[in-house]
């Protein structure tokens, strides 16, 4: 523990003595600044995380950093050292910097700072997002002499506090919805009390709070204590830290008026509630010792923590980067582990630790939703009411397997092995009910034998992977798991006792598999094929995402849309205007649509939308655009002819808990607006100009069946929704929203062995696991859905039964219709972690029965050396195919609207596909 | 200081004897204490110049309301009763629960005891492991007993009315202590149906109103003629007016239109609630930042926080959260002045 506490002895002793000199020279009215020199060093803690250290190259890295006690007028220099693998600064917004430079890897850095101002101020790393991982601090600049703060005593008088009444100060840092704090005796000694600690102190002591936050806003609250709000004479007990960096320094007597108790501070948004941010204040009796309780330390039980007789830290930052969108800080160091691991979305810790989330390197608002958890574990589901900002922190204390998503984006994964170190292997369930696991849908007791299990575990290797995703280009396909053993539950998965030690995850590799892209359709389309390659990145910009268009008269990629200019960010989903010369997309990590202009490429206008647009339709009636929020509560409205958003129709009553709307579709009328409603479990129908028609729940009751997409018949007479969860096909007539009927898509499916049979008795052995878009042809003759699990589902209208099961690739995602040349209609589905387009023709002799459904052919989607381009594909080319686009528009209520010139590529039944 | 002691007497046991008669109104004695004790206030008071602290026994409960047409419904306190020093003002509340609950307006020196029903109906859908409501009150003093937490959080019990998850009560009493130096606006709301964090999100959130001791009264009762409670939800204001001469609480609800009489002083209380943070403005209006004398026009809130001003009704106009999405979605409101 010695280790652990920084001397300030030393420094006090200094003051002193300046303040002998003071006092020494107020005769004179010289004033007199102290020069406090600090040598900081930048240093990368064992859980990955980065942190300041003072005094030496041996001291230890400290979250928050060192605070900075110092008076009103005295100068502050810092010699930064930067150990770390990142550019380290040293920004104090509200204070004259002499240096804004950074520190490059290995550099030094000096900064002079003067302290003309009283305040608390927050020092940090001014490093991109990267701060938020520990490279952040308190100065505190005090009036040079007297009072420095006044707290209200409990017979409400106000009573000024010098330095020498303190019996303790805490600095608390709001990070994400984590709390960091720091406790300072009265002597000056800095003690870290790390992430989600439990203060301490005894009945009237004088107790000043140091409250900052870096990052998105919060308030701070605490129980049952009153203080000033600064520099007024009002009492408050709640404080806005708004978004950026802001503080709040304030003195309390503990107890006041009171008495002990456990008294919980907490950040008082509801979704950092949720997400963890809370501690306690413990007073104790006069006579109690009032010691606080560390919390979780990055140095901790954690695999390679180097002091495992404390609670650990994993930290798993939130990312808009392809797979690594919850990415261990110290993934790189596990990616070069002799294990094979090819994850950097997978921590390892023991019993009793916690782990901590911040999102850090995202423009978007998300969720931290438990998605799988050992049977019985506490803390566990872990989730919260509405999408944010911020973060999250959980302890864990039951063995085994814990995967977190994020319900917004729900292929976001993270995994936390907490592992037994009692047993060999890594455990996959708690080791105390067979290895089992629990899922958020309502699955208890699964075996992590079963084939389920290990197929949810295989995709969150692929997901989370890119080296395990089909590279087309490559001709060759490798898919490698970690080489360490596991301890999974009993048969029948390898025939391994109960709670046996089964083979590495190894076992299920392949190796060097040919990976050909197959041939293109023999029937050309007609016109282009816009797909959103949200993962593909390129040179020009930070964020991730092109969208890539194919002509489908030869079936190569005409064209690359990154847009570097805006850092255009995970490109999701589109739509396009009357006269098809504009593209409409939406940037799903962030808070955009673009318009684009469809024969150049080049951007138009960069709109702010809302948290996290998912998807865009417009209203076939007057042109106005819809935009699914799926980060808030409503469809934002940008009218025909505009480029602002005029008004937000919600998607539920007042007050209720907020939709997040998906994927949406419109009534080829234009007059309703259906959305899937993935934090409600509904499926909403709304008119275009407002009002709820109806809400109609999905997944037949079972908790979290997130129904994610919508397909509407031509005629508007019946909506169909994926449940991504569920598994399903949810029917709903168009008209009342009554549910009329719930396909199964697994039923042909035996989760225990794996195997598949027709148990629904509906004449084809067909699954689709995990589905996601579901569009129904512009006739209405068939639903074909997009599987994650790998599948295309093909599912007849007339009867609302599974005709045909077709392959996808990995992470199988977006499905639309575009007209066929000729007449009829292809779908061109898209896959996240594969890169070509697989176009499926649903009727292909045209005779209306479509159980000879079949895959006309493939198309890569990497650039080539003929592809038109705004920026040069710097890596994961072609990848991350989601929402689809084929120009021209053939769905109903659409393609009438198309001009002529459109019109002519068209048959008669294309051009109007149901009054034909 | 027998008020103190009674406390006391009734704190001391309760810990102890929770466990085990966990199915039953644990507080009940205490609760009949308090109205023995009440009672024995107004009475030799009565007839008296009441410039000192008085006594409030207050009874609410929480129900379930109106649901949205689709089976989906919120939460929401409703007043039972109010005595001050025995005098009954209950009729200045909604006899429904209302969005937002009783506004309980308080001196600086007084006593509350408030004792909380739960009425939800047993098939709300919870999805947590609590069906226990709490009052979690700020500003004012009281002990551990009456933090209206679950016992996860406090140590010592789960301290509200209905099946808690380590403690049930038919009803809880809390006590709250208006203490010198916490005069000002204050919310109070649930911390315990569902889990540890509570369901104020859902409707279960109300306000007290703390006068300050040194306004004499009962004059500073008739400052302003109008005040308005307006919460700062995540999609709505869920707003509240009160009758300074009637006391009447009218108008709850979503968005509502405010009224006031031309040239008079209104006090306006906002407080926010929820996940979003906000930034208010009364539009063409400025007023004083509370505890200084900057005028302002606007002003960032977040969640709990409490922003109480006064302004000459003049014109009418509109308040607004200007935040991105909420002013999209239409969060504002018509302050008529007539």
Same mark, same amino acid.
Request: charged share 15%.
């Given at each position: 523990?010695?280790?652990?506490?920084?001397?300030?002895?030393?420094?006090?002793?200094?003051?002193?003595?300046?303040?002998?000199?003071?006092?020494?020279?107020?005769?004179?009215?010289?004033?007199?600044?102290?020069?406090?020199?600090?040598?900081?060093?930048?240093?990368?803690?064992?859980?990955?995380?980065?942190?300041?250290?003072?005094?030496?190259?041996?001291?230890?890295?400290? !979250?928050?950093?060192?605070?900075?006690?110092?008076?009103?007028?005295?100068?502050?220099?810092?010699?930064?050292?930067?150990?770390?693998?990142?550019?380290?600064?040293?920004?104090?917004?509200?204070?004259?910097?002499?240096?804004?430079?950074?520190?490059?890897?290995?550099?030094?850095?000096?900064?002079?700072?003067?302290?003309?101002?009283?305040?608390?101020?927050?020092?940090?790393?001014?490093?991109?997002?990267?701060?938020?991982?520990?490279?952040?601090?308190?100065?505190?600049?005090?009036?040079?002499?007297?009072?420095?703060?006044?707290?209200?005593?409990?017979?409400?008088?106000?009573?000024?506090?010098?330095?020498?009444?303190?019996?303790?100060?805490?600095?608390?840092?709001?990070?994400?919805?984590?709390?960091?704090?720091?406790?300072?005796?009265?002597?000056?000694?800095?003690?870290?009390?790390?992430?989600?600690?439990?203060?301490?102190?005894?009945?009237?002591?004088?107790?000043?709070?140091?409250?900052?936050?870096?990052?998105?806003?919060?308030?701070?609250?605490?129980?049952?204590?009153?203080?000033?709000?600064?520099?007024?004479?009002?009492?408050?007990?709640?404080?806005?830290?708004?978004?950026?960096?802001?503080?709040?320094?304030?003195?309390?007597?503990?107890?006041?008026?009171?008495?002990?108790?456990?008294?919980?501070?907490?950040?008082?948004?509801?979704?950092?509630?949720?997400?963890?941010?809370?501690?306690?204040?413990?007073?104790?009796?006069?006579?109690?010792?009032?010691?606080?309780?560390?919390?979780?330390?990055?140095?901790?039980?954690?695999?390679?923590?180097?002091?495992?007789?404390?609670?650990?830290?994993?930290?798993?930052?939130?990312?808009?980067?392809?797979?690594?969108?919850?990415?261990?800080?110290?993934?790189?160091?596990?990616?070069?582990?002799?294990?094979?691991?090819?994850?950097?979305?997978?921590?390892?810790?023991?019993?009793?630790?916690?782990?901590?989330?911040?999102?850090?390197?995202?423009?978007?608002?998300?969720?931290?939703?438990?998605?799988?958890?050992?049977?019985?574990?506490?803390?566990?589901?872990?989730?919260?009411?509405?999408?944010?900002?911020?973060?999250?922190?959980?302890?864990?204390?039951?063995?085994?397997?814990?995967?977190? +998503?994020?319900?917004?984006?729900?292929?976001?994964?993270?995994?936390?092995?907490?592992?037994?170190p009692e047993t060999e292997g890594l455990d996959l369930g708690n080791p105390a009910m067979d290895y089992k696991?629990?899922?958020?849908?309502?699955?208890?007791?699964?075996?992590?034998?079963?084939?389920?299990?290990?197929?949810?575990?295989?995709?969150?290797?692929?997901?989370?992977?890119?080296?395990?995703?089909?590279?087309?280009?490559?001709?060759?396909?490798?898919?490698?798991?970690?080489?360490?053993?596991?301890?999974?539950?009993?048969?029948?998965?390898?025939? !391994?006792?109960?709670?046996?030690?089964?083979?590495?995850?190894?076992?299920?590799?392949?190796?060097?598999?040919?990976?050909?892209?197959?041939?293109?359709?023999?029937?050309?389309?007609?016109?282009?094929?816009?797909?959103?390659?949200?993962?593909?990145?390129?040179?020009?910009?930070?964020?991730?995402?092109?969208?890539?268009?194919?002509?489908?008269?030869?079936?190569?990629?005409?064209?690359?849309?990154?847009?570097?200019?805006?850092?255009?960010?995970?490109?999701?989903?589109?739509?396009?205007?009357?006269?098809?010369?504009?593209?409409?997309?939406?940037?799903?990590?962030?808070?955009?649509?673009?318009?684009?202009?469809?024969?150049?490429?080049?951007?138009?206008?960069?709109?702010?939308?809302?948290?996290?647009?998912?998807?865009?339709?417009?209203?076939?009636?007057?042109?106005?655009?819809?935009?699914?929020?799926?980060?808030?509560?409503?469809?934002?409205?940008?009218?025909?002819? +505009?480029?602002?958003?005029?008004?937000?129709?919600?998607?539920?009553?007042?007050?209720?808990?907020?939709?997040?709307?998906?994927?949406?579709?419109?009534?080829?009328?234009?007059?309703?607006?259906?959305?899937?409603?993935?934090?409600?479990?509904?499926?909403?129908?709304?008119?275009?100009?407002?009002?709820?028609?109806?809400?109609?729940?999905?997944?037949?009751?079972?908790?979290?069946?997130?129904?994610?997409?919508?397909?509407?018949?031509?005629?508007?007479?019946?909506?169909?929704?994926?449940?991504?969860?569920?598994?399903?096909?949810?029917?709903?007539?168009?008209?009342?929203?009554?549910?009329?009927?719930?396909?199964?898509?697994?039923?042909?499916?035996?989760?225990?062995? %794996?195997?598949?049979?027709?148990?629904?008795?509906?004449?084809?052995?067909?699954?689709?696991?995990?589905?996601?878009?579901?569009?129904?042809?512009?006739?209405?003759?068939?639903?074909?859905?997009?599987?994650?699990?790998?599948?295309?589902?093909?599912?007849?209208?007339?009867?609302?039964?599974?005709?045909?099961?077709?392959?996808?690739?990995?992470?199988?995602?977006?499905?639309?219709?575009?007209?066929?040349?000729?007449? %009829?209609?292809?779908?061109?589905?898209?896959?996240?972690?594969?890169?070509?387009?697989?176009?499926?023709?649903?009727?292909?002799?045209?005779? %209306?029965?479509?159980?000879?459904?079949?895959?006309?052919?493939?198309?890569?989607?990497?650039?080539?050396?003929?592809?038109?381009?705004?920026?040069?594909?710097?890596?994961?080319?072609?990848f991350g195919g989601q929402g689809v686009l084929a120009v021209p528009n053939v769905y109903n209520g659409w393609?009438?609207?198309?001009?002529?010139?459109?019109?002519?590529?068209?048959?008669?039944?294309?051009?109007?596909?149901?009054?034909? | 200081?027998?008020?103190?002691?009674?406390?006391?007497?009734?704190?001391?046991?309760?810990?102890?004897?929770? &466990?085990?008669?966990?199915? &039953?109104?644990?507080?009940?004695?205490?609760?009949?204490?308090?109205?023995?004790?009440?009672?024995?206030?107004?009475?030799?008071?009565?007839?008296?110049?009441?410039?000192?602290?008085?006594?409030?026994?207050?009874?609410?409960?929480?129900?379930?309301?109106?649901?949205?047409?689709?089976?989906?419904?919120?939460?929401?306190?409703?007043?039972?009763?109010?005595?001050?020093?025995?005098?009954?003002?209950?009729?200045?509340?909604?006899?429904?629960?209302?969005?937002?609950?009783?506004? &309980?307006?308080?001196?600086?020196?007084?006593?509350?005891?408030?004792?909380?029903?739960?009425?939800?109906?047993?098939?709300?859908?919870?999805?947590?492991?609590?069906?226990?409501?709490?009052?979690?009150?700020?500003?004012?003093?009281?002990?551990?007993?009456?933090?209206?937490?679950?016992?996860?959080?406090?140590?010592?019990?789960?301290?509200? *009315?209905?099946?808690?998850?380590?403690?049930?009560?038919?009803?809880?009493?809390?006590?709250?202590?208006?203490?010198?130096?916490? *005069?000002?606006?204050?919310?109070?709301?649930?911390?315990?149906?569902?889990?540890?964090?509570?369901?104020?999100?859902? $409707?279960?959130?109300?306000?007290?109103?703390?006068?300050?001791?040194?306004?004499?009264?009962?004059?500073?009762?008739?400052?302003?003629?109008?005040?308005?409670?307006?919460?700062? $939800?995540?999609? *709505?204001?869920?707003?509240?007016?009160?009758?300074?001469?009637?006391?009447?609480?009218?108008?709850?609800?979503?968005?509502?239109?405010?009224?006031?009489?031309?040239?008079?002083?209104?006090?306006?209380?906002?407080?926010?609630?929820?996940?979003?943070?906000?930034?208010?403005?009364?539009?063409?209006?400025?007023?004083?930042?509370?505890?200084?004398?900057?005028?302002?026009?606007?002003?960032?809130?977040?969640?709990?926080?409490?922003?109480?001003?006064?302004?000459?009704?003049?014109?009418?106009?509109?308040?607004?959260?200007?935040?991105?999405?909420?002013?999209?979605?239409?969060?504002?409101?018509?302050?008529?002045?007539?």
């Amino acid at each position: 523990m010695k280790e652990q506490i920084i001397k300030f002895n030393k420094h006090i002793a200094a003051m002193a003595v300046v303040m002998l000199f003071a006092v020494a020279f107020l005769s004179s009215s010289m004033a007199m600044a102290a020069v406090h020199s600090f040598n900081f060093t930048a240093k990368t803690l064992p859980n990955g995380q980065l942190g300041y250290a003072t005094g030496g190259a041996d001291a230890e890295a400290v !979250i928050p950093g060192p605070a900075l006690f110092v008076k009103q007028g005295d100068t502050i220099q810092i010699t930064l050292t930067n150990n770390t693998a990142a550019d380290v600064g040293f920004s104090v917004p509200g204070l004259v910097n002499s240096n804004s430079a950074k520190a490059t890897p290995g550099q030094t850095q000096n900064y002079t700072l003067h302290a003309n101002k009283t305040g608390t101020y927050v020092y940090h790393g001014d490093n991109n997002g990267k701060e938020l991982l520990g490279l952040f601090g308190a100065i505190i600049v005090d009036k040079k002499n007297g009072p420095i703060d006044s707290f209200v005593n409990g017979d409400g008088s106000i009573v000024p506090v010098t330095q020498a009444d303190l019996d303790k100060q805490f600095v608390l840092f709001m990070v994400g919805s984590t709390f960091w704090g720091t406790e300072i005796s009265a002597d000056g000694v800095q003690k870290p009390l790390w992430a989600a600690p439990d203060l301490g102190a005894v009945e009237n002591d004088l107790v000043r709070f140091h409250v900052l936050a870096i990052g998105p806003g919060h308030t701070f609250h605490l129980h049952a204590h009153r203080w000033l709000k600064t520099d007024t004479t009002t009492i408050i007990d709640t404080k806005l830290l708004n978004d950026g960096t802001d503080t709040h320094s304030f003195t309390i007597k503990a107890g006041s008026g009171v008495g002990p108790g456990d008294w919980q501070f907490h950040c008082h948004l509801i979704a950092h509630m949720e997400a963890g941010m809370h501690g306690s204040f413990r007073v104790d009796p006069v006579g109690g010792d009032g010691h606080s309780v560390v919390g979780a330390s990055p140095y901790g039980n954690i695999l390679l923590g180097t002091r495992p007789s404390e609670p650990g830290l994993v930290t798993l930052e939130v990312s808009d980067e392809p797979a690594s969108w919850f990415r261990s800080p110290r993934g790189d160091a596990i990616v070069g582990l002799p294990f094979d691991i090819k994850t950097k979305s997978l921590e390892v810790m023991y019993p009793g630790s916690s782990v901590n989330f911040i999102m850090s390197d995202t423009n978007g608002v998300h969720t931290i939703s438990s998605l799988l958890w050992p049977s019985g574990a506490h803390h566990m589901p872990f989730n919260q009411s509405a999408a944010y900002r911020g973060g999250g922190i959980v302890k864990l204390t039951t063995p085994g397997l814990y995967v977190f +998503t994020c319900k917004v984006h729900p292929y976001m994964f993270g995994a936390v092995i907490v592992d037994d170190p009692e047993t060999e292997g890594l455990d996959l369930g708690n080791p105390a009910m067979d290895y089992k696991i629990d899922l958020v849908t309502g699955i208890a007791g699964l075996p992590t034998s079963s084939d389920l299990a290990v197929r949810l575990l295989r995709t969150f290797f692929v997901a989370t992977s890119p080296s395990n995703w089909q590279d087309y280009s490559t001709g060759i396909w490798n898919l490698r798991f970690p080489t360490l053993p596991v301890r999974i539950s009993g048969a029948p998965f390898g025939n !391994i006792e109960d709670g046996g030690l089964a083979l590495a995850l190894s076992a299920l590799n392949v190796i060097d598999a040919p990976l050909a892209v197959g041939a293109a359709p023999e029937k050309p389309g007609v016109g282009e094929v816009w797909v959103n390659t949200q993962f593909e990145k390129t040179a020009g910009k930070y964020k991730p995402g092109t969208t890539t268009v194919v002509d489908t008269t030869n079936w190569t990629v005409k064209r690359k849309v990154a847009l570097p200019e805006i850092n255009n960010n995970n490109p999701h989903n589109m739509w396009t205007n009357r006269d098809q010369s504009v593209i409409y997309q939406t940037q799903w990590f962030d808070t955009k649509l673009s318009m684009i202009n469809r024969e150049t490429g080049a951007l138009i206008k960069n709109i702010t939308v809302g948290n996290t647009p998912s998807h865009v339709v417009t209203l076939p009636s007057n042109d106005d655009l819809t935009i699914a929020i799926n980060g808030e509560n409503g469809v934002a409205i940008i009218p025909a002819g +505009t480029t602002t958003v005029s008004k937000m129709l919600p998607t539920q009553a007042h007050g209720h808990t907020s939709a997040n709307p998906h994927g949406h579709w419109v009534s080829a009328d234009g007059t309703k607006i259906v959305t899937p409603n993935i934090n409600t479990n509904d499926i909403g129908i709304y008119g275009a100009t407002g009002g709820i028609h109806a809400r109609t729940p999905t997944g037949n009751n079972a908790p979290g069946a997130h129904p994610i997409a919508i397909g509407m018949m031509p005629d508007s007479s019946k909506i169909y929704a994926a449940n991504l969860l569920h598994h399903s096909l949810s029917v709903v007539d168009g008209a009342s929203g009554a549910l009329l009927k719930t396909i199964n898509l697994i039923a042909d499916y035996n989760p225990i062995d %794996g195997s598949f049979a027709d148990n629904d008795g509906n004449g084809a052995i067909a699954v689709g696991v995990l589905p996601i878009q579901s569009p129904v042809s512009p006739d209405g003759k068939a639903v074909v859905i997009a599987a994650t699990g790998g599948q295309i589902v093909i599912v007849d209208t007339k009867t609302d039964k599974i005709v045909k099961m077709l392959p996808c690739d990995p992470g199988c995602h977006g499905a639309n219709f575009g007209a066929k040349e000729g007449g %009829g209609y292809y779908a061109y589905v898209t896959t996240k972690f594969g890169n070509r387009l697989t176009v499926v023709d649903i009727d292909p002799d045209n005779n %209306g029965d479509i159980s000879d459904a079949h895959i006309a052919g493939y198309v890569s989607l990497v650039d080539t050396a003929s592809t038109a381009k705004d920026d040069t594909v710097s890596s994961l080319p072609g990848f991350g195919g989601q929402g689809v686009l084929a120009v021209p528009n053939v769905y109903n209520g659409w393609v009438q609207n198309l001009p002529d010139v459109w019109k002519s590529g068209l048959t008669a039944a294309q051009r109007n596909p149901i009054g034909h | 200081m027998s008020f103190q002691v009674n406390q006391s007497s009734c704190d001391m046991p309760l810990s102890q004897s929770a &466990i085990e008669t966990a199915k &039953i109104p644990y507080r009940s004695f205490c609760a009949r204490a308090a109205a023995g004790f009440a009672l024995a206030m107004s009475i030799s008071f009565i007839g008296a110049d009441k410039s000192y602290a008085a006594e409030h026994v207050i009874e609410m409960t929480a129900k379930d309301i109106a649901d949205d047409g689709f089976g989906n419904k919120l939460l929401a306190y409703q007043m039972l009763s109010h005595r001050i020093d025995g005098l009954d003002v209950t009729d200045r509340y909604s006899n429904a629960p209302t969005i937002p609950g009783p506004i &309980i307006e308080l001196t600086e020196g007084d006593k509350v005891k408030l004792t909380l029903l739960n009425t939800i109906d047993p098939a709300y859908p919870v999805s947590g492991t609590s069906k226990q409501v709490s009052v979690h009150v700020h500003g004012v003093h009281y002990k551990i007993l009456s933090d209206g937490t679950l016992r996860v959080i406090n140590r010592k019990l789960d301290e509200g *009315a209905g099946e808690g998850p380590e403690d049930t009560f038919a009803s809880y009493e809390y006590e709250w202590d208006v203490a010198p130096g916490t *005069a000002g606006t204050w919310p109070y709301h649930d911390h315990n149906y569902e889990n540890h964090n509570g369901s104020e999100h859902k $409707g279960l959130f109300g306000a007290i109103i703390v006068n300050p001791a040194a306004t004499p009264r009962p004059q500073n009762a008739y400052k302003f003629s109008k005040e308005y409670v307006l919460y700062l $939800g995540d999609d *709505a204001f869920w707003g509240v007016e009160i009758d300074s001469t009637t006391k009447k609480q009218t108008k709850h609800g979503v968005n509502p239109t405010l009224n006031a009489p031309k040239n008079t002083d209104v006090r306006f209380h906002l407080i926010a609630l929820g996940t979003d943070l906000h930034n208010f403005s009364l539009n063409n209006y400025k007023w004083f930042d509370p505890g200084t004398h900057n005028l302002i026009n606007q002003v960032a809130i977040g969640p709990l926080e409490k922003h109480v001003f006064v302004i000459r009704s003049k014109n009418s106009t509109q308040y607004v959260d200007n935040n991105f999405s909420n002013k999209l979605l239409g969060m504002k409101g018509r302050f008529i002045v007539d």
